[in-house]
């Protein structure tokens, strides 16, 4: 079994170094990077399972790392913040970021998440179906999302939604059963995330120019629903 390896990113030494005794206690190797240049330098000669990014970081800052990122990499990332605003936490899913967690923090609860989120995005022996609509193909063994034959770049996250809600057509989730399942019952972030994440997959499905998959029903949720063809 391959063991996962996890990039600490953080200008702070004392929060890198903590941060990695507790990931090797999950038995994962730990990495460390004091900057997004170094980071960004790291990510193009190794390969990682999961980044975990602070945003207050000199020269170019957590958002702009995980923007980058993003642009060839879909691994989780779990952003650190000393700050706790909403907006910031919104801004950080719309780029791409899994989870969210504001400091200080505990490094087990972090731990914990990197675990979480770990269990959900790397294979394991459950062999789960592919899943064919028109137009739309998504591949749960190699994690791919095909549209009219194309394939379109989606993070963990916006996988796991669509094939969670793609799993059972015409069945009406609740933000709140999404979140539990998605993001983990210990998740902190509100409701407003799934609205982002089901938005950006709208986007990604390409709404514009053909049938809408992801249906909201007003005052509960959503639903994936199979076009008529």
Excluded at 70 to 89: C, H, S, V, W
Excluded at 178 to 185: N, R
């Amino acid at each position: 079994m391959t063991i996962p390896n996890i990039l600490i990113v953080d200008d702070e030494e004392g929060i890198r170094d903590l941060v990695e005794i507790y990931i090797k206690k999950e038995g994962y190797n730990a990495h460390k990077a004091a900057n997004s240049k170094e980071a960004l330098e790291k990510i193009k000669t190794s390969a990682y399972d999961l980044f975990i990014v602070d945003v207050m970081m000199p020269g170019l800052d957590g958002f702009g790392l995980v923007k980058e990122i993003r642009k060839f990499n879909d691994k989780p990332i779990i952003m650190l913040t000393a700050k706790g605003e909403e907006y910031e936490r919104i801004l950080g899913f719309e780029l791409g970021c899994d989870d969210y967690v504001v400091k200080p923090f505990s490094p087990r609860e972090l731990a914990h998440r990197v675990k979480a989120l770990l269990k959900r995005t790397l294979p394991g022996d459950k062999q789960e179906k592919t899943l064919k609509f028109p137009r739309l193909v998504i591949d749960h063994i190699a994690r791919k999302v095909e549209v009219d034959n194309q394939e379109v770049s989606m993070t963990p996250k916006e996988f796991n939604l669509l094939y969670y809600l793609a799993s059972s057509p015409g069945r009406v989730f609740t933000r709140e059963q999404i979140l539990e399942a998605i993001w983990g019952y210990d998740f902190f972030g509100d409701l407003r995330t799934v609205d982002t994440h089901v938005k950006k997959l709208r986007e990604k499905l390409g709404r514009d120019n053909g049938p809408d998959y992801l249906s909201t029903v007003w005052g509960v949720g959503y639903k994936f629903e199979v076009p008529q063809c």
